[in-house]
């Protein structure tokens, strides 16, 4: 169970890192760090959309096996915690022009 639960905590990290790659530079120049490194991650966001239907299938896996291995009590709050992950990344993604355009006004 500790594999299921590790991948999809991996699959949610790298999920919310592709869909934060085009805010995240924006971000750091607002604050007064240089954000020209983020954009190696450019061509990654191509691939944003699989990225996140995978990290959401590992987190629903997860979920399923914690299940049928009854150990869900012990292990809902991991559990939780990726799919929220997972859950932000999704908005993020959906939502990312309109952040965009949110940041470029405070600037």
Known sequence: MQKYLSLSYIGSLSALGVATCCIL???????????????????????????????????????LMSYQRGSLPKLKWWLLGTTAMTGLAWVVVFYEARINDFLIMQM
């Open 25 to 63: 530079p924006m971000t750091m120049m607002l604050m007064g760090i240089g954000g020209s490194w983020m954009a190696v991650f450019g061509e990654i966001a191509a691939a944003s959309f699989y990225v996140l239907a995978i990290s959401t299938v590992l987190v629903m896996v997860s979920w």
